[in-house]
């Protein structure tokens, strides 16, 4: 890496950090902030384009942030932030642009139970976001006898009509993607990543089944072209079937439309005092300890409350039971994390529904980051001016503390303490 603050090779002298110039940190941290934000956008990008959706805009910006910001040290911390902002400004556009090419392609999701367990046959597991490879895979299998399971978050895909259609698609296997190395060794059917949520496998267990897709590769994988799935599909058929296994449940498929279905009787249940808050708990998961903090709260969270929830977060707590109020679930899963797109439309809704802004709603946003998507996320919703939110389990690494202190000041950013003390804080709202 070369460091444009002190013009020489990243970690040479001069250096105080790795890629960073000590004279000029907080720029650094924010030019770091910024890529790993175009980053998410060129991930929500590339699915939208391959479903025929693109917006000059967007393209135009991530040139001109690119140029302006990693290689124009004249930029002062203020400038930055701004394009920071509009970085989030435009991650909101590429977002609504990919909601519509899902739903215009897929149609609108709906409220849907996935079961858990397997089905005795040939199966393949399908992880990443990509639904157009989802699609093709099941178009390609149907009739061979070869049943199709979802993964981490690719399970939102059971909730839209032109794949529920497909009865093969037959259920869910697993958790979040730091879990792969063990359920993918356990699952005896092939397997397809899609996208960047993939691991490197240990030797010697599943990398001969593994296959990859587009934008996606691992070392020793066999990598597909052009969608075409006969490889993976002769793969599957010849492993061990997968053996019939008792199946739980769980929900999926609250895309804005849905949840906007049930306005009407959420303001009622609001106004009633029979709902008190919402609290979107959700983002990216990882294997770090601390991320059981998340569970801790989703479970502490009071009975008249609703917890909103999406992207791999959700699997910390997406499989226990906490029931409804008056027929609304208490756990609402939106989809994944593109789907923040959706969990803004129903913010946008009640404020304007209770005429307020979304920063008056009883609505708490409690943020798990680990990848540049959460960042993108993170950015767009600094930039629709939405303050008080927690983020955890840890501050991320490349923000100074200037920096963070400039974000806490403005916006009210706080980092998650103990699920006890933030709630208490919540609460006493």
Not at 43 to 71: I, N, P, S
Not at 330 to 357: E, T
Request: proline share 4%; with cysteine; glycine share 10%.
């Amino acid at each position: 890496m070369f460091c444009y603050q002190c013009e020489q090779t990243a970690g040479g002298i001069g250096c105080t950090k790795y890629g960073v110039c000590g004279k000029n940190e907080d720029i650094q941290s924010l030019q770091d902030l910024l890529l790993f934000g175009l980053k998410g956008i060129a991930a929500y990008a590339y699915h939208a384009r391959e479903l025929g959706a693109k917006d000059e805009e967007v393209d135009g910006f991530m040139h001109e942030a690119l140029f302006k910001t990693v290689t124009n040290v004249s930029f002062d911390l203020n400038q930055h932030i701004d394009i920071a902002l509009k970085c989030g400004q435009m991650n909101y556009r590429v977002m609504e642009l990919l909601d519509k090419a899902h739903t215009q392609r897929f149609g609108n999701p709906i409220p849907t139970k996935v079961e858990t367990g397997t089905k005795a046959g040939p199966g393949i597991l399908v992880t990443g976001h990509d639904l157009l490879d989802l699609y093709e895979l099941l178009k390609q299998t149907e009739g061979t006898g070869v049943n199709i399971y979802t993964h981490s978050e690719m399970l939102p895909a059971h909730g839209y009509p032109e794949l529920k259609k497909f009865k093969h698609l037959v259920g869910n296997y697993g958790g979040a993607w730091q879990e792969q190395k063990k359920e993918f060794a356990a699952f005896s059917g092939a397997i397809l990543a899609t996208t960047n949520c993939v691991l490197i496998p240990p030797e010697n267990t599943y990398l001969n089944k593994l296959f990859t897709i587009g934008v996606t590769g691992v070392p020793g994988a066999t990598h597909l072209r052009n969608r075409d799935f006969s490889q993976l599909i002769e793969k599957a058929k010849s492993l061990p079937s997968l053996q019939e296994s008792p199946a739980g449940v769980v929900m999926t498929g609250f895309h804005h439309t849905a949840i906007l279905g049930l306005a009407g009787k959420i303001i009622e249940l609001v106004k009633a005092g029979k709902i008190k808050r919402f609290f979107l708990i959700g983002g990216c998961d990882g294997a770090k300890p601390g991320r059981n903090y998340y569970t801790d709260l989703a479970l502490k969270v009071p009975k008249d409350c609703v917890i909103l929830t999406l992207a791999c977060g959700k699997y910390r707590f997406n499989k226990l039971d906490f029931g409804e109020i008056e027929g609304i679930p208490r756990l609402i899963d939106i989809g994944q994390c593109n789907n923040a797109y959706s969990a803004i439309q129903v913010a946008l809704a009640l404020a304007k529904a209770f005429n307020c802004s979304v920063n008056d709603l009883p609505l708490s946003i409690i943020l798990s980051w680990f990848e540049q998507k959460a960042v993108a996320i993170l950015l767009t919703l600094l930039s629709l001016g939405i303050k008080g939110m927690r983020v955890g389990p840890t501050p991320p690494a490349f923000l100074t503390p200037n920096v963070f202190k400039v974000i806490q000041n403005n916006f009210g950013l706080k980092l998650v303490t103990t699920p006890d003390k933030d709630l208490a804080d919540i609460l006493k709202k």
